[in-house]
């Protein structure tokens, strides 16, 4: 071997030895961070807490813990896929870094949730304007389909000592916070206190009613009758759920649908609600009855879940209900958050045979290119419109667009809360199909419904 070799040879070993020991730190930094983002990981974070909560015990410092989720990440991931969510997470991690001070421990939690450790001397005070630029930090605007999607983030936060002295205390108690910060309209920060225990308290015992009405069938389908503008003749009816709650009395949708929608419960209740509705119908057939449509009115969640098609065909199957006779009541907002699933999803229950309905037209996004891209069969005008006529000619003039409009792509067009003759008037001279409000009838429950159709019970005069 020559000395030219030898010395070759020296430094193929020392880099080996480099190569060896930067292994060793990746193994070290994998064991501690979080592969996607680099931040650490919740074991290291968990450590990390522990020490600082150690110190603060020990000389009476304090700390806090911000618990960060980000609004409407999902739309993201749903829509673009997880490979740009991860794209954007990894962003969101690298921004979050950049407004903290130097050697900040922030994790990911998971997801999209980031964690953050706050110990250094008079936090309390910087609190408000790290968590204001936190929130300035992690704003953005996503393009997706044609449209610009504000990702934001919702922040928690607890402190030690006040909210708690371990781990498992601080970080329940961000939760909370961080979902009240959700509930007060996301891109915000919410300090806990401890009256939101309270409040979680009420709203975990309501939730546990809800699901036992639900297996009990102890909620009520109100049927209100929507019939055509010419004829007053009934063609179908809308269903609408109603709670009697046994300490808190009669409760309406928007008591505890949003409940139902944040538990998952929305899940097995509409698919109890489409049973009953598609039970009704047959038996008010089998008593000799004409054929009616019934609408079941879908939310936001349930439009969302992948069992929502096989849900509706197997309702349709085993209560025998024919599907041309049942509509589904969505909203322009539902179709939005995902308009590629929207899709899929709306082609799917086209192909069951059922109709769809767009609820609540003009309020939301009201873009006309969903009428031509989405199967819609109806479309009902909202009620804040049918308000101001007479006398608004902004509403009377909208009203009358949609009727043209829906006229001419051959879509059926329904006006909701018709409550005045003049309103009715308005509309039979516009030519509007169906009309559904109090003017005719309120929500009735099941037997009144089939009294009213059996014209044992007098309904209001119209003309
Ligand atoms: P929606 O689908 O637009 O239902 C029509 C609402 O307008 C009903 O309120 C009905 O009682 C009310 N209404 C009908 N005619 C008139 C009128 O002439 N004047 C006025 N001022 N109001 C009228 P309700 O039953 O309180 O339902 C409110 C909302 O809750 C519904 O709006 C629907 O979005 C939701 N909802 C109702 N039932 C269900 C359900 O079974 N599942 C889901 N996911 N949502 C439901
Ligand atoms: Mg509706
Ligand atoms: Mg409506």
């Given at each position: 071997m020559d000395a030219w070799s030898a010395r070759e040879l020296r430094q193929q070993y020392k880099r080996l030895l480099a190569a060896h020991r930067e292994a060793g730190n990746q193994m070290k930094h994998l064991a501690c961070h979080d592969p996607l983002t680099g931040l650490l990981n919740r074991a290291m974070f968990s450590r990390q807490l522990g020490r600082a909560l150690a110190r603060a015990r020990h000389d009476g410092s304090g700390l806090a813990v911000l618990l960060i989720d980000l609004d409407r990440f999902k739309l993201i991931n749903d829509a673009l896929g997880h490979h740009a969510g991860d794209r954007l997470l990894q962003e969101m991690a690298r921004r979050l870094q950049a407004v903290l001070p130097e050697r900040t421990a922030v994790a990911?939690?998971?997801?999209?949730e980031f964690v953050v450790l706050l110990d250094e001397p008079a936090i309390a005070s910087r609190l408000p304007q790290l968590a204001r630029q936190i929130l300035q930090a992690l704003a953005i605007e996503y393009p997706l389909e044609g449209q610009l999607l504000h990702i934001t983030a919702s922040i928690g936060v607890s402190t030690c000592p006040q909210d708690g002295h371990d781990e498992y205390a601080l970080l329940k108690r961000a939760d909370i916070a961080m979902y009240r910060a959700k509930a007060a309209g996301k891109n915000t920060c919410a300090h806990y206190s401890s009256g939101m225990d309270g409040a979680s308290a009420v709203q975990l015992a309501l939730e546990s009613d809800l699901r036992r009405a639900i297996e009990r069938n102890a909620l009520t389908l109100y049927y209100q009758p929507k019939v055509r503008t010419?004829?007053?003749?009934?063609t179908g009816s809308e269903v609408l759920v109603r709670w009697e709650h046994e300490e808190l009395g009669l409760l309406r949708p928007e008591d505890f649908i949003p409940l139902a929608e944040e538990t998952g419960l929305i899940v097995p209740l509409t698919k109890w609600i489409l049973r009953q509705a598609c039970r009704q119908n047959r038996e008010w057939r089998s008593q000799g009855l004409p054929a009616l449509q019934v609408a079941v009115n879908l939310s936001a969640r349930q439009f969302a879940d992948g069992n929502l098609l096989a849900d509706i065909r197997s309702v349709l199957a085993e209560t025998?209900?024919?599907?041309?006779?049942l509509e589904l009541e969505i909203t322009e907002s539902m179709m939005m958050r995902d308009t590629r699933h929207s899709r899929r999803m709306l082609e799917g229950l086209k192909a069951l045979g059922v109709h769809i309905a767009l609820d609540?037209?003009?309020?939301?996004?009201?873009?006309?290119?969903h009428l031509k891209r989405f199967p819609i069969d109806i479309i009902k005008i909202d009620r804040s419109f049918i308000r101001?006529?007479?006398?608004?000619r902004a509403d009377e003039a909208i009203t009358e667009a949609i009727i043209t409009l829906s006229r001419n792509l051959n879509i059926k067009v329904v006006a909701e809360g018709v409550e005045k003759k003049e309103q009715l008037q308005f509309l039979r001279s516009r030519r509007c199909d169906e009309i559904q409000g109090y003017?005719?009838?309120q929500p009735l429950d099941a037997q009144s419904f089939s009294a009213l159709l059996q014209g044992k019970q007098q309904a209001q005069v119209m003309d």
């Open positions: 990911r939690m998971g997801g999209d010419q004829t007053s003749r009934i025998g209900m024919e599907p041309s006779l609540d037209f003009g309020v939301a996004y009201s873009s006309l290119s101001g006529i007479p006398g608004s003017l005719f009838s």
